[in-house]
């Protein structure tokens, strides 16, 4: 039988505008301007509003960024102005830990996502274990996920659901995916598990619409997005666009067109210094499958080094640098510099 659009199952929008909008503004987000979201998005009924620090619960720090808050502090903010919206938050084991888990569940967090490196899902064990037996819904996901195939991805996966995960996905770090790609990659994923599939996309090379679009019809069910695209380097999936999309698409999301627009103005006019972009540098780090978040530092050591920031992203790819690693930016800037003496 033939499905037809109004028969499509519906999607379910995880909005991290609060998190990984942070890494645009070098973490420094205040409590008014996450409560003037954070109540636009609960208006709007987005189901799931992410919050933290860019890189996570327990990740504020002199090597990839102090936030101007502390996780309580955020955390207790957002879940005030939430009355509706559940609220989420994450976490990479070796920056957060299980007493971050704990005060972060006992702010009010009620989603809980492990993240790990995309061949790495086994460091995951302990904290989504965690997250479960404090409450909150355990999710699991896969960063940087272009570095492998799909059999590995899925099977990566299936291992963070014999762990506790409820929702289990892949998170396009650099922007590196076509729609294709990802298509191969979320069928594998959702052939292997039986919990929801979640998709978490960037613009680098401007298909982070198309390729939320591709990972639904691929079997994704929970799609990340954030208001006007507010993320690292040329930004995630854009909200709002997104929305219209998957309306027009025949996927009920449960938002308000009108709403989900006003709450992507009070993005704008609230925590942007400047809108999302896909400039050279975007491009470079989609192309060369580097982390959306090295834009800034990147920006800065090439600077400094008086280089093109075009061949430091080149160069980081290359060497398969990824998150955490930021050190190794100022190291690559000063070989290249050397090189060209």
């Known amino acids: 039988m033939k499905r037809t659009p109004h028969d499509r199952p519906p999607i379910l929008i995880h909005d991290p505008t609060l998190r990984d909008g942070h890494h645009a503004v070098g973490h420094q987000l205040d409590a008014d301007q996450l409560r003037a979201y954070a109540t636009a998005a609960n208006a709007a009924g987005i189901p799931v509003v992410e919050v933290g620090h860019g890189n996570g619960l327990g ?3 002199l090597q990839i960024g102090r936030a101007l808050l502390d996780d309580a502090t955020m955390l207790t903010t957002v879940r005030q102005a939430l009355t509706s919206s ?3 938050v994450f976490m990479a084991p070796g920056w957060g830990t299980s007493q971050d888990l704990t005060t972060a569940v006992r702010c009010g967090a009620d989603v809980v996502r492990i993240a790990a490196h995309c061949t790495e899902a086994d460091v995951t064990e302990r904290h989504l274990g965690a997250a479960r037996d404090l409450g909150a819904e355990a999710q699991g996901v896969l960063l940087m996920s272009h570095m ?3 059999g590995q991805l899925a099977e990566q996966c299936a291992l963070m659901v014999t762990y506790g995960a409820q929702a289990v996905g892949i998170m396009d770090s650099a922007g590196h995916y076509l729609p294709a790609d990802v298509t191969e990659r979320v069928q594998a994923i959702a052939a292997a598990v039986n919990v929801p599939v979640i998709f978490h996309g960037h613009n680098n090379l401007g298909l982070a619409v198309a390729n939320s679009l591709a990972a639904v019809d691929a079997g994704a069910c929970v799609i990340d997005a954030t208001a006007r ?3 690292a380097g040329a ?3 854009q909200l709002e666009a997104l929305v219209a999309v998957l309306e027009r698409h025949g996927h009920s999301t449960g938002i308000g067109l009108r709403e989900i627009l006003a709450a992507a103005d009070v993005a704008a006019d609230r925590l942007m210094k400047e809108a999302p972009s896909i400039d050279s540098v975007a491009v470079a780090s989609g192309m060369a499958g580097v982390f959306s978040g090295f834009k800034r530092p ?4 090439a600077r400094a080094e008086g ?3 075009v061949e430091l992203f080149l160069a980081l790819g290359e060497r398969q640098v990824v998150a955490g690693q930021e050190d190794l930016i100022g190291d690559v800037a000063r070989q290249l510099k050397a090189a060209t003496r």
């Open 307 to 309: 280089l093109d920031p």
């Open 86 to 88: 559940r609220m989420g």
């Open 59 to 61: 990740a504020s720090s």
């Open 298 to 301: 990147v920006l800065e050591s």
């Open 235 to 237: 930004g995630n999936t």
């Open 148 to 150: 492998t195939g799909p």
């Open 229 to 231: 695209g507010f993320g």
